[in-house]
């Protein structure tokens, strides 16, 4: 009868491994025979060969089987041992302890004197069982732990423990948000405004939707999200949807099987996704993802499993969703270019960043931080370049900003102070007072500047109207009352046809 492994996750025990010619439980009964415990010389030979001191016990604690090897550990007669309490080689043995839990206990120390000094052992303790399930006995293997060859392992195995974290933290850097709130530069009401609605929004589970311009820092305020989450220190990947060809989307994003398709890689490929597992998934520029990939990526948040190409199992996933866009989405849906269920599913929350345009006071702020960026916080803007910069509409928005002022430091000649001769001509351009030329209109206050930029919109927007103050008054967004005080201060005269 052979004897099987514990269904407990156990490593296979000792019956397991051997052919033997007598079941455990009969050996009490033919002790001349117990010795010869393997079944032919051929495995009693490997069991001798092999570094590993192995040994076996029956439920009455009576040594049934011991290898050269294990022997020369107790510097022990083999066949004097045979049929002799295991207590009499190993007084502190826990065989008992062992067969009665049922439980393995491995790699454990056991110490042991020998004629050469104290001598310590690994061991692992394993039950053996019947084929019946019961236990019919213990087995014991043991190695020394201070050979040269387990020195030379367990430096193998330090060197290998030094390469999985040295690639664990560089896994961990990669996948990292670099940016959080204080990184979102600026003292407006607007931008105060957004950060705190951020805040609030980093406190659930719930997808977070964010619209903004071009260059207007969502991908600033998406890391700042993950940062303020409760998934602070789990995995942030970014997937910028415009910068993947349709042919690779789906083998980006959920992964591939080895031999998936012509061209895989032979040990396949974790997507993007598998790899936010924990954290957060910033889906950037989602308005540009292909159709069929988003409805498998409807799937895949609704679910929360991946499926990788070529493959019919799935993998679980945990990730909080964040998606950007400068696109209108509703537009999209109406065009066909984007799914509706979609839409809903990533919009439970949404957050608006605003344009810099709609914040002009935090220039000189994003200013001054950009100059301490490139080593140059020596160097300032003149009043008339910063009024300048305040009235451009900035399509670029800060991206744009930041353009602005590296290439007018360039530009400086080693000036202390930058003014409008080094501004890009389409920001000179933007309003009268900010001519090149040497002028009158040059030394005008701010004060001044603002008043005759409202005259001129004022009327502007009169002449748009035929003159008619209440038409214009709703569209500038004041009384009629305010317009008429404004066109008296401002000297506006109704002009004649």
Not at 472 to 477: D, S
Request: some cysteine.
């Amino acid at each position: 009868m052979k004897a099987s492994a514990a269904k407990t996750g156990a490593p296979a025990s000792l019956e397991d491994c051997l052919p033997i010619r007598y079941c455990f439980s009969d050996m009490a009964d033919k002790p001349s025979l117990v010795h010869r415990f393997p079944a032919d010389s051929m495995t009693e030979l490997l069991l001798d060969t092999i570094p590993i001191g192995v040994l076996f016990c029956d439920r009455n604690n009576t040594v049934r089987y011991i290898n050269k090897t294990y022997a020369g550990y107790l510097e022990v007669d083999r066949e004097a041992v045979i049929g002799r309490p295991i207590t009499d080689l190993i007084p502190t043995t826990r065989s008992q302890i062992v067969m009665k839990s049922g439980v393995p206990e491995l790699t454990s120390t056991c110490r042991i004197t020998r004629s050469d000094g104290q001598v310590t052992l690994i061991v692992n303790r394993l039950p053996v069982r019947g084929e019946d399930g019961h236990i019919v006995g213990f087995a014991s293997q043991s190695i020394i732990a201070d050979t040269d060859e387990l020195k030379e392992l367990a430096e193998k195995i330090r060197q290998l423990d030094k390469k999985v974290v040295f690639y664990r933290r560089r896994m961990q850097s990669a996948l990292s948000a670099f940016y959080s709130l204080q990184n979102i530069i600026g003292e407006s009401e607007a931008i105060a405004r957004a950060k705190k609605r951020l805040s609030l929004y980093a406190r659930g589970d719930a997808p977070l939707l964010i619209l903004g311009e071009t260059g207007s820092g969502k991908e600033l305020f998406a890391s700042a999200f993950h940062q303020e989450s409760d998934r602070a220190d789990g995995p942030f990947v970014c997937i910028n949807s415009a910068s993947i060809p349709p042919e690779l989307f789906e083998s980006e994003l959920f992964g591939y099987m080895p031999g998936a398709f012509s061209g895989a890689h032979k040990d396949g490929k974790v997507g993007q996704v598998e790899l936010a597992d924990g954290g957060t998934l910033f889906l950037d520029e989602i308005g540009d993802m292909p159709l069929q990939i988003q409805s498998k990526l409807l799937r895949v948040i609704e679910d929360k499993h991946v499926f990788r190409l070529g493959s019919s199992k799935p993998n679980r996933v945990d990730f909080r969703l964040v998606a950007a866009t400068h696109k209108d989405l509703k537009k999209a849906i109406q065009k066909n270019l984007f799914r509706e269920d979609l839409y809903y599913r990533i919009s439970s929350l949404v957050l608006h960043v605003p344009p810099l345009r709609d914040r002009v006071e935090d220039i000189p702020v994003l200013v001054s931080h950009f100059l301490g960026k490139m080593n140059r916080s020596s160097l300032e803007f003149s009043r008339k370049a910063l009024e300048a910069m305040s009235r451009y509409p900035w399509p670029g928005n800060v991206r744009e900003l930041r353009n602005v002022v590296s290439s007018a430091v360039t530009l400086c000649g080693g000036k202390s102070v930058l003014d409008v001769a080094e501004l890009p001509p389409e920001i000179v351009a933007c309003g009268p007072f900010c001519r090149m030329e040497e002028t009158e209109d040059e030394q005008r206050s701010l004060a001044q500047a603002t008043h005759a930029s409202e005259y001129n919109a004022i009327v502007a927007a009169l002449r748009k109207n035929g003159w008619n103050m209440a038409d214009t008054a709703r569209k500038l967004g004041i009384s009629r009352a305010t317009l008429y005080k404004k066109a008296a201060k401002l000297g506006i005269a109704r002009e004649k046809a």
